[in-house]
Each structure stands twice: as C-alpha cells, then as structure tokens.
C-alpha cells in the first residue's frame, strides 16, 4: 500500500492543484490582456485564431511544489531544483507576456542548470551499451577551497548535466505548437520516469525521484484539460521549460536513467536534432523560429491538431513502454531507428512537397 500511495498520491494532489489553479490563471490573465492574439503577434510557432493565454507555469509550478513540499524532506538536491524551477518560471512568464530574445532564454537554461549542477546532481556513471557494467565518469575531479571547506567539481557529470538539461527545455518547448501535444506527450513521459523509479522502490533514494515524476505528470494532466483542442490556455514557455528542466532532472535521479528520457521523448529530441541542423545548414540562426518543425508538416499533410497531439501521446507511450522494457543497447538501436525514420519522413515531407508542388504550379 505504502509503494502504491508513492504513484496516487502525488499524481493525485498535483492534478487537484493544476485543475483549480488552472482556470484562475485563464481568468486571470484575460483580465490582464496578457494573451497572445495572432493578428497582433505574428509568429511562425503561433497557428492558434483566436487570442489565447499562456502563463501555464504557474498551475504546473504550484502544482509540483506543493507536491513536493509535502512528500520530501529538504536537502541540498531539493533545494537546488526548487530553486531551479522558480528561476525558470519567473524567466519563463516574462517571456509569455513580453517576450524575450532567444539568446537571453538561453543564458537563463543555462542559469538554471548551473543551479542544479551546484546543487550536486549530476551523472557519475552511465551504463555500458555495448557491455557488461558501467562507464564511470566521476574523473577527472577539480578539487579547490571555498569558505574553509573542500569542494569538488565533477568535470564530466557536471558537463552532461549541464548541457542536457538546456536541451531538453528547448526541444520539448519546440514540440508545443498544437493543442494538447506538448501537455500530453509530457505528462506520458514524466509517468514513465516516475515508473522507472518506482520499480526500484526497494532502493529509498529513488523514491524522492519518483514522488517529483508523479507529480509532474498529474500537474501536466490537469492542463490537458485545458489545452487541449480546442484550447483555453497555452502552456507558454513557462510550463514547457520548466518541464524540460524537470524530466532532464528526474532522469539523472532516476539510477542515472538518461537513456530511458531520451527514447520516451525521442520525438521531441530529433525534431529538434533536425531543425537545428537545417538552421544552420541554411546560414539561420539555430533558435530563430520557422514553421519547420515536425507538427508544421503534419499540418500541412491535413492532418487535424486533435490527430497531431494524439499522434504524439501515442507514440510517446509506445516509446515509454519500450524504454521500460528494453536493455540499454535495445534503445540506442530503438532510438536510431526513431531518428532515421522521422528524418525520412520530414525529408520527403519538405522536398518530396516541395518537388511536387513546384511541378504543379508549372503545369
């Protein structure tokens, strides 16, 4: 009872949380003319008609702490990542109601994770994929003296972590252009995670990871509810980074589970593996927007945003079950394979379209 109470509990108080908080941030918001109104606002990642608020950070913020203040007792990892998150949420509603240049966003993710790094979270060790044990990556050690005490600096953890977790705010923030994709396809992921936790209740030390992932997940159910088509609310930047920031984190708690986020959120990842390449391949900036991305092109096929989004659960969920069930070498040939075939397709949607378009117009 105690383990299932680890899964219902925070999953469930979150999701209260995000549901009452959810529609005040709605009213709120409109009373405030804080929306985004696409005839105003034009921007490629915006193809909503109507004027519609973000500002979903705050249910999802409120929701995760609660949660967590009232299931985990304080320490320095905690600590870091509450902190982490605030940064990230003020930062985050700054740029849903007056916009921020992305090279300001991104000196902010890297705040933020310089803020977990300090904290002491970082990967000591990752499993070999290609054999037995681990790969240690607890040296080289950077030793130095502050305040009368010894501190050390984990060179390569340290590294990871702190570029991982910038990646990952920016992908899953880039996958949120539909009603209920983004919301959804977190909640699925930030599930399995809490799952890959939970199943090594026996070690305590997991259990921290596992209550935050629940939480996550039922805080971000509750927003579906609102986000999804159509649309009341936008997560916004907000809520999306701050996701990021948390999924990126809860898989280093998670026995060091990266492997397991990058498959269950493999879409988001090689969406943006692939915008980034195409940006720079064609001399544009790597974060300037573009309607290039992967939900873009299914709308362009005709595809309906209810489809898009459902499209994303279902292959998160199909990704999650994999990651949960697969040995470390199984999802590297499962995430290529991902990758090739999203590559593919976003390949023939862009010049097999383009091609085919262009011979009819000279027709």
Known sequence: ME??????LPFALAFIISVIVTPLTIFVFRKLGFVIDPAKMPHPAYIHKRPVPKGGGIPIFLAVLITALIFLKADKHLTGILVAMGLTLVIGLIDDVRGMSPRARL???????????????????????????????????????????????????????????????????????VDGQA????????????????????????????????????????????????????PGYSATTLAGLLLAVLSILSTTKVGTAMMVLAIPLVDAGYVVGRRILSGKSPLSGDRGHLHHKLLELGWGRRRIAIFYWVVTALFGFLALNLNAQMK?????????????????????RSAKQSGQGNG
């Open 3 to 8: 383990k299932l109470n680890l899964v219902v």
């Open 107 to 177: 000196f902010f993710n890297f705040a933020a994770a310089g803020i977990v790094v300090a904290a002491g979270i970082g990967i000591a060790y990752v499993t070999n994929p290609f054999g037995p044990g681990v790969i240690d990556l607890s040296h080289p050690r950077l030793s130095f003296y502050l305040s009368g005490r010894l501190h050390e600096i984990w060179l390569w953890p340290d590294l990871f972590a702190l570029f991982w977790i910038p990646i990952l705010m920016n992908a899953i923030n880039w996958s949120s252009g």
């Open 183 to 234: 919301s959804g396809m977190i909640a699925i992921a930030a599930f399995v995670i809490g799952l890959l936790s939970f199943s090594y209740s026996a070690d305590i030390a997991q259990w921290p990871a596992a209550i935050l992932a629940f939480g996550l997940s039922g805080a971000f159910v509750g927003l579906t509810i609102f986000h999804f088509y159509p649309q009341k609310i936008m």
């Open 332 to 352: 590297i040939f499962a995430i290529v394979g991902l990758a090739v075939a999203l590559a593919g397709l976003l390949l023939w949607m862009y010049f097999g």
